[in-house]
């Protein structure tokens, strides 16, 4: 007897130790969301569970998206998680920077992982990081406007019925805009709404053959359209709006119209926030009939470098961060509204998310995103706002600053065009695509 | 009549003077009463400049999520020990290009300017890489030499200009007592450029506490200051401004006590040599 109790509190010291050995601090790099903030507090529920402890680094996005970069290509090793895009994720899988997530437990059901998500997060077919949440765009309108102005919102309007409705709500006497766009200068700001919007009037950024596009019709008519109804229609100044400026004016009631993230809707229709919380309806993206919508699809993910120590706990972290008990997690503590949207298909099929008022736009915007095939006509690269390859985002950059002067009325459209098609060919010159 | 309008020209003086001193500090001001709104007042439309229900909650929910003391620490410790370390070197420096100088003094101080004029994400991954290779990474050691580093060109240039203030023959002087150039630059020198230093010093603080591009991208963890601090809770896509101003003004705030006590020796330092 004393034999055996001897023998258990061997093995019990011995599986607590090793247990001990194995607990690891893994440091992760992250976004500065409401979401990511609200995991950061959940993070005992992980140690609880693992053993593991977690350093945080959170960063302005941008700020982040300078850090990590750096730090992966020098394999630095500051991170054992990073949190990154849909832009990115293909690129750095391609280059076998990342960890692939071929191996992820059957409890963690990897197949559950939204279609258009796990893609966008693949490099030939191989997952490289797994969505936090994701996020496509949407029409969100006030409707109290919409019926004031005799109109009714359909669920997929065009782009005419969008500039029609947003001239008819403006009241500039009043301080309310028809509709708030993006116009701020930057590749994930404006650069991604007008490529976006450009996509559903038949544009691309590239050919086959690599070569710009921006001197084609198709690229004139978006951003002549673009101009000419924010003339029209949108808040003054509106070339330096980004998401929070559009999210600010919308809150407090002074646009009718605002297409942009889907994640927007929880704040919108937020009370403690929102003067509007309580009127506010939802739709597709527009289109012009061309077979496109112009809603894009993005993801925040979690990826593990390829130089990190500590892979194990890390994967660890992946499992529960972006598991569907972390949403159950979420939803008990805070309310279904509250959970990270856009990454699961169960979430879309749980009959208390089936209650939150903008699920089902948002799932039906994010399914009618395919990063794969995102133009009219064909185009050489994966991405819908953003074309997936490294030079992008500098050029993108360019491109949409010489936007933002038209919008501002310091260049005319054609001219903007013209820059934008000879930044983009020297850029892709330089690069040894042409 | 003349001294009535030497007494208006002063008070106009004087307004003026109060008003560039608003506009400046208005900025300021904004942050701190910001972070005492709710996030719904902070964008409000018209803005609420003073009406509003005055609400702790930013600076509680900041303290929760942050470990604000350990980005304190990490900030003076950088801010300290490159001042501290950047005056080691800068004194004997600016020393030598005062008082011996050689026929490329003038080149080398300009030179050594010029290394400011580098925009500094073009050296990011080389020096990323020497971290790597040093251990540097994350670590306050590191971010102690490079932002000496940066600021070693402003205190030389800084303290060359005081110096060349000072008598040489005062120096001589010393010599011909019998002083070392350890005791000369210790016992003679340094005393007499004292406003000169502590100003250097404080402004030196002050750039290395704000720095803002190495200490964000050269840190993870251990040595994260508090611009890294600012920097988690900026964000393009949610409105955190509330919070936003409570994280500034708690980052602001000793850089603010210390310039406010040490104005005096500050102005004296900045303009010493100014008026002859």
């Known amino acids: ?434 | 009549m003349a001294r009535a309008a030497t007494t208006q020209r002063k008070a106009l003086n004087t307004a003026l003077a109060w008003l560039i001193g608003f506009l400046i500090f208005f900025p300021i001001l904004w942050t701190i009463l910001t972070s005492f709104k709710t996030e719904a007042q902070a964008i409000a439309s018209p803005p609420i400049f003073l009406n509003f229900d005055w609400t702790l909650e930013n600076y509680s929910v900041v303290q929760e999520r942050s470990d604000y003391m350990r980005f304190l620490w990490n900030s003076i410790i950088l801010a300290g020990g490159s001042t501290i370390l950047g005056t080691m070197i800068a004194i004997p420096a600016a020393w030598s290009m005062a008082f011996v100088p050689s026929k490329r003094t003038k080149d080398i101080l300009l030179w050594m300017l010029s290394t400011k004029m580098l925009p500094a994400v073009g050296v990011l991954y080389p020096i990323y890489l020497l971290f790597i290779q040093l251990g540097l990474l994350d670590s306050r050691a590191g971010l102690v030499i490079v932002l000496m580093l940066i600021n070693l060109p402003i205190i030389v240039w800084m303290l060359y200009t005081y110096f060349r203030e000072i008598p040489g023959e005062i120096l001589e002087a010393a010599r011909m007592d019998g002083a070392t150039l350890k005791e000369e630059i210790l016992y003679v020198l340094t005393p007499m450029a004292i406003p000169g230093i502590a100003s250097t010093l404080l402004l030196n603080f002050i750039l290395a506490w704000n720095e803002a591009f190495w200490t964000l991208n050269l840190t993870a963890v251990d040595a994260a200051p508090l611009t890294a601090f600012i920097a988690s809770y900026s964000s393009p896509e949610g409105l955190f401004f509330a919070k936003l101003s409570a994280a500034s003004t708690m980052a602001i705030a000793p850089i603010l006590i210390l310039g406010w006590f040490s104005q005096k020796q500050l102005v004296r330092g900045l303009t010493f040599g100014a008026v002859k």
């Open chain 1, 1 to 434: 007897m004393k034999l055996a109790n001897a023998l258990r509190a061997a093995t019990a010291l011995s599986v607590m130790t090793t247990g001990a050995a194995f607990a690891d601090t893994i440091t992760i790099a992250t976004v500065n969301n409401g979401d990511m903030i609200r995991m950061q507090g959940y993070t005992d529920d992980f140690t609880a569970k693992t053993g593991h402890d977690v350093e945080w680094v959170t960063l302005e996005e941008n700020v982040l998206r300078q850090r990590v970069t750096t730090d992966i290509t020098t394999k630095g090793g500051a991170f054992d998680i990073m949190t990154i895009g849909m832009y990115e994720t293909p690129i750095w899988g391609a280059n076998g920077w990342l960890v692939p997530l071929d191996n992820l437990s059957a409890e963690y059901d990897a197949g559950d992982i939204l279609p258009a998500m796990a893609g966008g997060l693949s490099h030939e077919g191989t997952l490289y990081a797994a969505p936090f949440y994701g996020e496509s765009s949407m029409i969100m309108y006030r409707t109290d406007l919409m019926e004031k102005a005799g109109m009714e919102m359909p669920d997929a309007p065009t782009w005419d019925f969008v500039r029609e409705a947003a001239a008819a709500m403006t009241d500039r006497d009043n301080e309310i805009n028809g509709i708030c766009l993006r116009g701020k200068a930057g590749w994930g700001e404006g650069g991604a709404f007008i490529t976006a919007m450009s996509n559903s009037f038949g544009a691309r950024w590239f050919d086959m053959e690599w070569n710009a596009q921006f001197d084609t019709d198709a690229w004139a008519n978006t951003l002549n359209f673009y101009k000419g109804m924010m003339d029209e229609s949108g808040p003054a100044g509106y070339a330096t709006n980004g998401f929070n400026e559009n999210l600010s004016l919308f809150q407090q009631g002074k646009c009718g119209m605002w297409i942009d993230a889907t994640v927007a809707a929880s704040f919108v229709t937020n009370p403690n926030d929102s003067t509007v919380a309580d009127s506010v309806g939802f739709a597709l993206a527009p289109d012009t009939g061309l077979g496109k919508r112009s809603n894009w699809l993005w993801a925040w993910a979690l990826a593990i470098p390829a130089g990190t120590q500590k892979q194990d706990a890390a994967t660890q972290f992946i499992e529960w961060a972006t598991s569907k008990d972390y949403i159950e997690l979420v939803a008990a503590k805070e309310g279904w509204a509250n959970v990270p949207p856009g990454a699961r298909t169960s979430l879309y099929e749980n009959e208390n998310y089936k209650s939150v008022p903008f699920a089902q736009m948002t799932l039906d915007s994010i399914l009618s995103a395919d990063p794969n095939n995102s133009t009219v006509e064909p185009s050489p690269y994966v991405g819908i706002q953003f074309a997936a390859i490294p030079e992008f985002a500098g050029i993108a950059t360019e491109v949409s600053q010489e936007f933002s002067a038209a919008y501002a009325g310091q260049q005319s459209v054609e001219d903007a065009l013209a820059k934008a098609q000879a930044i983009t060919n020297d850029a892709m010159e330089a690069a040894g695509y042409r």
